[in-house]
């Protein structure tokens, strides 16, 4: 499956920055069952490997699994060997991509500027993720979106909100990348779950395409 297919159903990606490998499971469910079907663990929380591994276990025959925060081209093959295909950057390395796209798994740079999204892309990117968004209105995406591939994916990340989607949607994103307002290390289960269906019913209410 494509990229564009897990994002189907929910135009969502799920950012656990700080998940522990137990708390796994309880948020894999909460998040699934609101509809989410990609996930990603940032390598700057602890044992990432671990919650990948446990993650790929719960969701990985449904969902796209891997990690955010890849800021080193040597992490991607461990991210591989726990079983990620998703390798979330908050910047623009193409060395990153490249070992990405050569161990077969998707990427998705952080860009701020057309300079670094074309470059991404000529490096094999699959999507680009507009980082940080918060910083980037949405006429900067609608002014990319004009020199862009059409069929390039984009991601607005960085203090998306279920109340702030509308602007970037109608500027072009495609998707948007949640973390703290989602989740946050030690929330409890049931609490990941109305956040994550809350930002389902933000997707809900925004237009058809």
Request: positive net charge; aromatic residues 6%; charged residues 20%.
């Amino acid at each position: 499956m494509k990229l564009a297919d897990f994002l189907a159903p929910l135009p969502l990606v799920a950012v656990l920055r700080g998940i522990s490998p137990p708390e796994v499971p309880g948020v894999a469910d909460a998040l699934t069952g609101a509809g989410f079907r990609v996930l990603e663990v940032t390598l700057n929380s602890p044992d990432p490997y671990d919650s990948i591994r446990a993650l790929t276990a719960r969701c990985g025959a449904t969902c796209l699994v891997g990690a955010g925060t890849v800021i080193d081209p040597s992490d991607v093959a461990r991210v591989r060997e726990a079983g990620g295909r998703l390798i979330v950057m908050p910047h623009a390395d193409v060395a990153v991509i490249r070992e990405a796209k050569r161990q077969g798994l998707v990427c998705v740079p952080g860009v701020a500027t057309p300079t670094e999204a074309f470059a991404a892309l000529a490096a094999g990117a699959d999507a680009l993720k507009m980082f940080p968004a918060e910083a980037l209105p949405p006429a900067a995406l609608r002014a990319w979106r004009a020199v862009l591939p059409k069929r390039t994916l984009v991601f607005a990340v960085g203090g998306m909100r279920p109340d702030n989607l509308l602007p970037y949607w109608e500027a072009g994103a495609d998707g948007f990348g949640t973390g703290s307002n989602l989740y946050k290390p030690g929330a409890p289960a049931a609490e990941v779950r109305d956040a994550a269906l809350a930002y389902a019913r933000g997707v809900g209410a925004l237009p058809r395409r």
